[in-house]
Each structure stands twice: as structure tokens, then as C-alpha cells.
């Protein structure tokens, strides 16, 4: 099982992702928590939310949360792709998640993940990582902490830096 | 000025320690080319022809000379003696190595400078008018509104990925719009209502490169109190609907071109209603706050025109000129805004050595109360003169360079650094510069011209605004030769035109003839008081065309 960093810790990844789930999902234990494309999704979320194990969505950089967030309550994990890591879309859609939809499970990045986003991406919503796995996540969770002043309000700290002062 | 707080200074501290951290995983091999360039453009690094380039941020053109003394320091120990003043109001080094570049970043903290986000697809330095505070013409000062902004935009961790770069400028003035807003992403003019507020005017989608595009209305009053949610409403849409797949398209003038700037409006309104009346509400205590950080230097009560200024002037023509072309009036009587040209004959403009920056500082620490302002034409200016020290200020101005008297003429040449040294140029642009100047060297013929503005770029990317200039010329190559086109009518100012292209382009030997011609056509044309713009606006392109084809056939 590989592994992935959550609320900074380093832990085993309990999720599978079906990439092909026409193909893929009829051999998969249903009793397995697995990440499905969102389209997918919102076509059979019947048949998926009766199975055993979770189920979470994969969401692409053009997805709209505007568009499925009465869903939320039955999605179990949002993974957002990062096709490049320079494509910052997933960034808003994780604060609209987060801040708009107070969406409270797991948001997890995915794709191209490197360290020196992860601070970013935890000041918009995230709280999982899936690093690309040709790096090393010890040296990666360092960068949690490289930069400790924000000036803006982010979804964890809520005012900005001028509200802030005494 | 802005005088920084103990997290500012730690924000950079531990900035400076993280890219050092990241120059270090890059040399060992562990960031790849790709991965470094975005963190490293982030930190203002270019890779260019000869040698990196490092951008250096000076918020809203604003320096202290103690900064002024550094940015000498950097010039002398890590570069080759110059720097270059950019036309966002920044501070470039030509030639630093990249293992330098951390050792670099950290003298700059040390007086609260820094390079974060000067490059990359990320919001860029907010730029405002050079003489925000010191203009009698303007509603309010603009500049705690640009630290504002500055704060919010740092290490913003929504857009810090943007589709493409993304600049905003703001003014305040009300005579003539110095901060070019219109040819931003988002530009801001502050205004007062008919109830006597003060709010903004907001613009969208304006700049210049491949596409140039005048900014669209799309906010007409918005209360300071709002300025963030709006500019966070603006970006998030920005954000998620900019284009991706090309990145010449990828502007936010092309969405708002796209959508029109109605509908992409409407979209930032929807966004904002999410947002406003919320955390990013600016309370006035702040902005009061934040005002309390430019105060009014200590003026003293002085008259105008003192008798030592009105002596110089009977006695002295060429201070006289100086004056009237070099200078500017003040809100405080007996006081003086000063332009120092930094583009004489045969240095490119925008250049300034080690030492003349000492001098500058000095200059500025003897005659303006210790603070310095780059211009977005490349010029340096010394704000809060005294009217009666303008005579001693100018004699040593004289003597390091400073006073050439072409502030507004035709040799006040806005220009990049061209093929001569930038990897993305696609002709040299300094020599072009040279030879213009060495053309109109007879300074009387030059102030007859008037006020005029000619812009040269190297290239399609636009970075000396030639779209703008009332004369524009951009380099353009055509099977490995460089030709130069030339632009007519540009304007860089409220009602904000780009200039239109006079017809094919020419032979690099020409370009000074061909502005001869247009300038000659201009002072046949013009009739008393017009200046070169509204003769062009008046007569339109035609006959310009005629007397520049006709010549070189």
C-alpha cells in the first residue's frame, strides 16, 4: 500500500482510485474505499453508495463545485488533480469546498504534488497529499512550516493579518 | 514610507531561507529544470541570454536610501556596477550568478527588500502614480491603499499559480493618469462621489504584448471597505476561467475579451457576493492605520517662487529649461517634485551605476527627506525639493548625469533592454534608442517638438510599452534580420489608445529617418499649442503615411 501525508503525518493510503471503473470496479473488493472520477460518479452514485466500502470523487480542474455540492454529503473524499503543478485551479476549488460548501472530510491533492506547494495548499482547504511518488515525504513535511506568517485569511485562520493584531 | 513590522521582516527572513533551500535542492539534482523555474521565477530569477536576471520588488516605486545604498552594494559586489529601473517601477540586476542569488536575496532583507513574486504567474508589484502624495492633482494619497494590496497579494496561497502573470496599478490623480491603469490587469482610479466618498473605479482586463487591449470598466464605485473581496472575487474567477492551454492567451484580457467585459463582470459580482461582508471586509481603522504609515514629511512654511529660484532663473537659461522640463509642481508651496533623467545620450535608459545610485541616496538624504521613487518611464525622482535649493541640486545633478532636460521630449526614451541582453527579445532595442537621440541632439528643436513619448521594445512581449507611446517602434525579426515597425497615435493616460501601425516595417538604419519624417510632418501640421498626440488625433494616419513611404521609396 503506498503511502501519503495527512494532517502533516505520514500515514498508509486507504483509498484505491479506479481509473477505469467499467473495467476495474467489478474485480475490486466492494468492501474497498475508492476514488472514482466525478462524472462517473454523479452517473451511478446509486449503485455507489451502496457498496460496503467509501467512495470518494476525483475532481479535475474544470469541475465546478457549484454544480454538485448538494452531492457533498454523500462523497467521502475529495481528491483534486494537479495535471501540472503549476495549474493552479485545484486552489479555488478547494477553498469553495471548504469555505463555501463546509465540506469536512478529506481533501486530498493529487498529480503532480510537489513540497513546495504543500503549504498553499493546506491554507486552501487541503489536509491530504499525495506526493508524486518519485519524492521523499520526510524532507517534504518540512515545508509545512518554511514560511509561519500569512497575511491573508485562509480557511484555517479566518481573519487577516490586520484583524489579527492586538 | 511603509516601515515594516516584525512579521514583514520574518515573512522575509524565512522566505530568503526557503529559496536558499531550493537553490541548494536544484543544484543537487533534485529539482528538475521545470520545477525550479516556477519556484525561481516566484523569486524574481529570469534565465536570460548571458546570465540570469534578478527582478527586484520596490512596492509602488518607493525606495529609502538606506535601500538605495544596497541596492549600490548589490551592484557593485554581485553585478557588473549597474542596475536597471524597470518600466513597473523595479530594480533589475543584469548579471548576479544563480549561486549568488540567496546571498543576494538575504542583503536585500536586510532593508526590508525583496523579490518575491516580480516574475512568474503570480500577482505581481503594484504599481501607482510617482507622484502620489506630493501632486496637488490627486483625490487622496494612493499609497496605503498599494500596501495594502501589497500584503494581500504576498504569498497569496489561492494565485500563486495563476493562468499567467497579473499586474495592478492604482491612482489617485485627477490631471493625468502617470500609473498607465488602463494597461493592467486590473487597474484602479480612486474617486470621489457625488456624496463626497472615496471609492474606485475598477478596470479589468487591460495590457499590452501580442494583444493590446484598453482596460473595460467594470466597477464604477466600489467602497475602499470592499477592496479586497472584489480583487479576490476578481482573481478566483480569474483563477478558474483564465485559459490554460496557450500562454499567449491566457491574459485575463483575453477572458474578459472572451465573455465581454459585461458578463465577466457580472461573474466577479456573483463571486463577491459570496465574499464581501466578510473576513476580508478592510476596516477603516485599518486603512487609517495604514495612511498613518506616509505621513507628510516635516515641511516647512515656505512661499513660492523664492528669491534665490527667481535669481537662478533670470540668470541661468539652461536651469531655466531644466525647470520647466525636469520639474514639477507641489502641493506645498516653495516646495518642488525633481525628475531625474536616467536616459542622457548613449546609456540605456534606464541604467544607473553603483555610484550614481550613491549619489542618489545622497542627493535625496541632502534635498528630499531620505526617499527616492523610480518612475514607470525609467526615471528617478526626488520628490519634496525646496524650491530654494533647486539651483544646488541641479549644478550636481549636472555633474553626475542626472540633468539632461528631455523629461516629456522625444529623447525621454522609454526602452527594454532589447537583444542586447534579454533571451525573449527578437531585435536589439538600445541602439535604436542611441540613434534616435544622437538625431534630435539640437535641444532647441527638441523642446519645439513638445511633449511627446516614444517607446521602443525588443519584442512582442511589449516590456517598453510601445503600443502606448505616441510614438511606438517594436523589433520584429524576419529570417534572422531585425526590421523595426513603427506606431502612431499610442496614449498611455485616462482615455487610454493604443497606437496604430503606421505600415511595413523598416530597415534598422532608418528608424531614425522615418521619426524624423514623422516629426518633421508634425511640426509642418501642427497648429499653436497642439502637441504631437492631438496633431495626430486631429490629421489621423494618412498623410503621416504618405511622407514616410513617399521618403523611402
Known amino acids: ?166 | 514610507m511603509y516601515a515594516y513590522k516584525e512579521y514583514d521582516q520574518q515573512l522575509l527572513n524565512e522566505r530568503v531561507a526557503q529559496y536558499r533551500d531550493q537553490t541548494q535542492r536544484f543544484f543537487k539534482g533534485e529539482l528538475s529544470e521545470d520545477e525550479f523555474l516556477i519556484l525561481r521565477l516566484q523569486n524574481g530569477l529570469y534565465v536570460q541570454r548571458h546570465a540570469p536576471l534578478l527582478r527586484v520588488a520596490v512596492p509602488y516605486g518607493m525606495l529609502n536610501t538606506e535601500q538605495v545604498r544596497k541596492l549600490a552594494h548589490i551592484a557593485r559586489t554581485y553585478d557588473k556596477g549597474y542596475a536597471h529601473i524597470s518600466t513597473r517601477q523595479n530594480v533589475q540586476f543584469n548579471w548576479p550568478s544563480m549561486e549568488n542569488v540567496p546571498d543576494i536575496l538575504g542583503e536585500l532583507a536586510s532593508v526590508q527588500m525583496h523579490a518575491v513574486q516580480t516574475s512568474g504567474n503570480c500577482i505581481r508589484n503594484t504599481t501607482t502614480d510617482q507622484f502620489a502624495g506630493v501632486t496637488a492633482n490627486e483625490i487622496t494619497d494612493p499609497r496605503p491603499y498599494c500596501e495594502i494590496i501589497r500584503q494581500w497579494s504576498t504569498l497569496h496561497p489561492e494565485f500563486a499559480y495563476l493562468p499567467r502573470k497579473f499586474k495592478i496599478a492604482v491612482t489617485a490623480a485627477t490631471d493625468e493618469d502617470r500609473a498607465a491603469i488602463r494597461f493592467n490587469d486590473v487597474g484602479l482610479r480612486i474617486i470621489k462621489n457625488d456624496a463626497g466618498e472615496i471609492g474606485f473605479e475598477v478596470f479589468v482586463g487591460g495590457g499590452l504584448g501580442r494583444t493590446p487591449l484598453a482596460g473595460s470598466l467594470i466597477k464604477p464605485f466600489l467602497a475602499p471597505k470592499d477592496l479586497l473581496s472584489y480583487l479576490e472575487a476578481t482573481l478566483r474567477v480569474y483563477n478558474r476561467y483564465g485559459r490554460r492551454d496557450n500562454k499567449y492567451k491566457a491574459r485575463i484580457k483575453i477572458l474578459v475579451k472572451a465573455l465581454t467585459p459585461e458578463v465577466f463582470g457580472k461573474k466577479v459580482d456573483e463571486e463577491w457576493q459570496h465574499l464581501r461582508d466578510g473576513a476580508l471586509d478592510l476596516p477603516n481603522a485599518e486603512i487609517e492605520q495604514m495612511k498613518g504609515y506616509f505621513p507628510e514629511p516635516a515641511y516647512e512654511t515656505l512661499e513660492n517662487n523664492p528669491p534665490p529660484l527667481a535669481d537662478a532663473k533670470k540668470e541661468n537659461g539652461a536651469f531655466s529649461i531644466w525647470l520647466r522640463q525636469n520639474t514639477d509642481e507641489h502641493k506645498k508651496a516653495g516646495y518642488q517634485i525633481v525628475t531625474l533623467s536616467l536616459s542622457p545620450t548613449s546609456v540605456a535608459p534606464g541604467d544607473v551605476t553603483d555610484n550614481q545610485l550613491d549619489v542618489i541616496a545622497d542627493l535625496a538624504d541632502k534635498y528630499s527627506f531620505g526617499e527616492v521613487r523610480n518612475t514607470h518611464n525609467q526615471n528617478i525622482v526626488l520628490a519634496d525639493v525646496k524650491q530654494e535649493d533647486l539651483y544646488d541640486l541641479w549644478k550636481q545633478l549636472q555633474t553626475h548625469g542626472f540633468a539632461t532636460a528631455n523629461i516629456h521630449t522625444i529623447n525621454d526614451i522609454i526602452c527594454c533592454p532589447g537583444g542586447d541582453f534579454c533571451a525573449l527579445a527578437n531585435a536589439k532595442s538600445l541602439p535604436i534608442a542611441d540613434q534616435i537621440q544622437k538625431r534630435f541632439d539640437d535641444y532647441d528643436f527638441v523642446y519645439d517638438i513638445g511633449e511627446i513619448s516614444l517607446n521602443i521594445s525588443g519584442c512582442m512581449n511589449a516590456c517598453s510599452h510601445h503600443h502606448i507611446g505616441n510614438i511606438g517602434i517594436l523589433g520584429v525579426d524576419k529570417k534572422g534580420k531585425e526590421f523595426y515597425q513603427v506606431s502612431l497615435g499610442g496614449d498611455a493616460g485616462f482615455s487610454a489608445n493604443v497606437g496604430k501601425i503606421i505600415g511595413p516595417s523598416f530597415n534598422e538604419g532608418d528608424v531614425a529617418d522615418v521619426v524624423e519624417t514623422i516629426i518633421k510632418h508634425y511640426i509642418d501640421s501642427r497648429i499653436e499649442g497642439e502637441t504631437f498626440l492631438m496633431t495626430y488625433q486631429r490629421i489621423g494616419m494618412a498623410s503621416f503615411k504618405e511622407k514616410v513611404y513617399v521618403k523611402n521609396n
Open chain 1, 1 to 166: 500500500m503506498s503511502k501519503i501525508i495527512k494532517n502533516r503525518e505520514i500515514i498508509e493510503d486507504q483509498w484505491v482510485s479506479i481509473d477505469n471503473p467499467e473495467q476495474d470496479l467489478a474485480s475490486t473488493d466492494a468492501s474497498a474505499n475508492i476514488i472514482v472520477e466525478l462524472a462517473y460518479w454523479l452517473e451511478n452514485k446509486t449503485s455507489l453508495i451502496e457498496r460496503t466500502g467509501k467512495v470518494g470523487v476525483l475532481l479535475l480542474g474544470s469541475d465546478e463545485p457549484e454544480l454538485f455540492h448538494q452531492e457533498l454529503n454523500n462523497i467521502d473524499l475529495i481528491a483534486i488533480n494537479f495535471p501540472k503543478f503549476g495549474d493552479g485551479r485545484g486552489y479555488s476549488i478547494a477553498r469553495l469546498l471548504c469555505e463555501r460548501y463546509d465540506y469536512q472530510q478529506e481533501i486530498r491533492a493529487v498529480g503532480d504534488v510537489l513540497r513546495d506547494q504543500l503549504r498553499f495548499m493546506e491554507r486552501c482547504g487541503f489536509n491530504a497529499y499525495a506526493l508524486r511518488s518519485d519524492r521523499n515525504m520526510e524532507e517534504a513535511l518540512a515545508s509545512f512550516s518554511a514560511i509561519s506568517v500569512d497575511y491573508q485569511s485562509d480557511v484555517a485562520e479566518k481573519k487577516p493579518i490586520y484583524n489579527r493584531r492586538p
